[in-house]
């Protein structure tokens, strides 16, 4: 494809454990293209930067304090490496709450738009999820207008980002002993603007210079998140496009068409994206395609944008974070159609060797090379045409094609509302099995498996690891963001997937009619794991708050702010939280404690850095099981279930089908007959041994 082609860095297989990526890569290789995982070979981490010993928060420094003496080292100003590892730890956690508050404003601006007549194209799809806000806002809704309501429910969102006194509304939402123990601790957020500001200030040059403090201030300013800007983004989400339900559909590269107009939309947002759905249906837009010589619009989605999409409308996701190089280099996206957060800058001169044309869409985020088409939700439907019509316009302009025949089965949609629905219906939706199957040992204990890729470690590796072995071991698992494409993308999503859980689980997921990996959303859709961690903390039987609960969060690849915002908010929250990859804070062994011992003894909860697979699934265990003690539950003995439920069932008709190779089956079963996928390649649930067919290079 050029000229540099002979020095192509070769990628070795440690990159991703997914098939498509390693052929993808094997691709950029003899197109002689880098990718951020090429990249990431030639740029190591910087090793002061890393670990939190480099303070550069004024212009006497930057001061780094390394060498086996650093302990006792300080910078020019006198600060120390407590405080410096905890001023930019503080600092990331505010800019990951600013980009999710960011975002739950500008759903809240667009609800209000909408309430206001004033956003064609877009309408209150949720009556049930309105009232129910509204509900908690304290906002009355009897013989009043969903508009009307709508509105003061927007309204009231924004005050929660600047009003100058009181406190976060939906902090009430968390068990009464929490907000008790926030506002003992002086930890209740009074505003979301104004705890990232103020974080923002205390890590000035000067200012808090005792880490315990500045950590504290982050625990808070995180709150502001999770039940805050990420909560509201997730419930207005819910408003304005529906409440997701389980729906299925397909995950990975191979769901590109050869032979259709492409159109990828990356970013987080789902207002301009939920557009893009609605245009990639009209029949008007698929007759100029089909008169473009195309035979339709497939729309895929990629990041947490893709979440968003998949959730409600079923809209395949072409992959996670490190995956949207690897769309561009197939050669057969016509649009890539991006909003915010974790779009690589990579991607501008990328799109520029294919045909792919990017686009930009939101006025906080332009990207060299990209052509911006500005999306305003006043005028959201002629915007997405036009967006379309550009796509469909680039489709002559293709190339040489290369999609790897990839694309798993999976199950998403699942919401709180959801869950609570589906044990015990809609007059007696509760959360009672569940507990009830945790407090008989059926279900060990719950975990969440969120967050990122990160080319620093093999790609989707940490996550299906734990997914794989959580289950096998009845642990329930909940996902979101990029963890939940990574599960599906290696079949953990797929509906046959029962028969890797362990025996007990089995049996309540097969009983409930849930499968055992459950997607919730995107990452401001975590705020959905709270709410769900509450209900089962105040159903009763498993203490009273979440720090009781024999449940874990993880987030094996962690990359971004956003991220380190999420576990701070669990942690705070009263969750265990183990993140992978390294820890921003290792230089300093005071910061460290403080945010294990110190957080633990102090709100329940804490954040442990640990990169080692096996240690980090150990640890994981041994917390569940701990708390599982606590509570004095009966000790996890896998042994005693999988007698019950249908899969005894299953498994003898697949022996007796094992004996009978010539048996033919008739109908659909709604679990699998035999092991594997009905897909078209071969399949294991190994986690890393995925045995898939060669991909065809059409
Ligand atoms: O918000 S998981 S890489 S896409 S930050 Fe980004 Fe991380 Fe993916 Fe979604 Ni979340
Ligand atoms: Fe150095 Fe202090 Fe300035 Fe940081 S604030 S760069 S430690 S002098």
Same mark, same amino acid.
């Given at each position: ?20 990526? $390693? ?57 120390? $490496? ?230 409600? +409308? ?103 509302? +959801? ?72 079949? +953990? ?206």
């Amino acid at each position: 494809m050029d000229d540099v082609k002979s020095e192509a860095p070769k990628v070795a297989a440690a990159k991703s454990i997914d098939p498509a990526a $390693l052929e993808m890569l094997l691709h950029a290789d003899e197109c002689g293209i880098e990718t951020a995982f090429h990249r990431a070979d030639h740029m190591k981490p910087c090793p002061i930067g890393e670990t939190g010993a480099c303070c550069r928060i004024c212009s006497m420094g930057p001061c780094r304090l390394v060498g086996k003496d650093a302990e006792s080292k300080v910078g020019i100003c006198g600060a120390d $490496l407590p405080t410096i590892a905890a001023r930019h730890f503080a600092r990331q956690v505010a800019g990951g709450v600013s980009a999710h508050s960011d975002h739950g404003r500008d759903m809240a601006m667009t609800l209000h738009a909408v309430a206001s007549g004033e956003a064609p194209g877009y309408k209150i799809k949720d009556e049930q999820k309105l009232a129910a806000v509204a509900g908690y806002m304290g906002i009355a809704t009897a013989g009043r207008e969903v508009n009307e309501i709508g509105l003061d429910v927007a309204n009231k969102a924004l005050e929660q980002f600047g009003q100058p006194f009181g406190e976060i509304i939906y902090t009430r939402r968390a068990t009464p002993k929490r907000q008790e123990l926030w506002k003992k601790l002086k930890l209740t957020p009074r505003a979301i603007d104004r705890e990232v500001a103020e974080v923002m200030h205390r890590t000035h040059e000067g200012v808090d210079l005792d880490a315990e403090n500045i950590l504290k201030s982050a625990l808070r300013c995180s709150l502001a998140d999770g039940w805050g800007g990420a909560m509201l983004s997730t419930d207005i989400s819910d408003i304005l496009f529906g409440t997701p339900s389980p729906l299925s559909s397909e995950v990975n590269l191979g769901v590109l068409k050869d032979d259709q107009v492409n159109v990828i939309v990356h970013g987080h947002e789902p207002t301009l994206s939920a557009m893009l759905v609605e245009a990639s249906r009209d029949p008007v837009l698929i007759a100029e395609a089909k008169a473009a010589g195309a035979e339709g619009i497939n729309l895929a989605g990629i990041c947490c944008t893709s979440n968003e999409i998949l959730m409600r +409308y079923g809209i395949p996701a072409a992959g996670n974070f490190l995956h949207q190089e690897l769309a561009v280099l197939t050669g057969a996206v016509e649009a890539m159609v991006v909003d915010v957060q974790c779009i690589m800058q990579a991607l501008g001169p990328l799109a520029q060797r294919f045909h792919t044309q990017l686009i930009t869409t939101s006025p906080k985020a332009k990207i060299p090379g990209a052509v911006h088409v500005e999306f305003d939700e006043h005028r959201a439907p002629e915007t997405a045409a036009e967006i379309m019509r550009m796509a469909i316009a680039n489709y002559k302009n293709r190339g040489p094609i290369h999609i790897p025949d990839y694309h798993e089965p999976l199950i998403a949609g699942f919401s709180h509302e +959801y869950l609570n629905y589906m044990q015990g219906g809609f007059h007696r939706g509760s959360f009672r099995p569940l507990n009830d199957a945790i407090i008989a040992g059926r279900i060990r204990g719950l975990a969440g498996v969120v967050g990122c890729n990160n080319v620093r470690v093999t790609q989707d590796e940490g996550i299906v690891e734990m997914i794989k072995n959580f289950i096998a071991r009845d642990v329930m698992v909940v996902v979101t963001g990029c963890a939940a494409t990574a599960g599906a993308k290696a079949g +953990y999503l797929s509906p046959e997937i029962l028969d890797a859980a362990g025996p007990g689980l089995r049996e309540v997921m097969e009983a409930i009619g849930i499968p055992p990996v459950l997607h919730l959303g995107s990452c401001v859709d975590n705020s959905r794991i709270l709410t769900v961690l509450t209900q089962v903390a105040t159903e009763g039987g498993l203490g009273e708050d979440i720090d009781e609960l024999p449940a874990v969060g993880l987030c094996p690849e962690w990359m971004c702010e956003k991220a380190i915002a999420i576990g701070t908010y669990f942690a705070a929250s009263g969750a265990h939280v183990i993140f992978g990859v390294s820890s921003p804070v290792k230089a300093s062994s005071v910061a460290t404690r403080l945010m294990t011992k110190g957080w633990e003894e102090m709100v329940g909860g804490d954040l442990e850095f640990i990169p080692d697979w096996d240690e980090m699934l150990a640890r994981s265990l041994e917390l569940i099981d701990e708390k599982r003690a606590a509570l004095k539950l009966k000790p996890y003995d896998p042994s005693q279930f999988g007698d019950s439920g249908d899969s005894p069932y299953f498994a003898a008709i697949r022996d007796y089908l094992a004996s009978q190779d010539e048996i033919e089956t008739v109908g659909t079963p709604i679990y699998p007959l035999a092991e594997g996928h009905s897909h078209d390649h071969e399949h294991t649930h190994d986690g890393s041994g995925h045995t898939h067919a060669e991909g065809d290079d059409r």
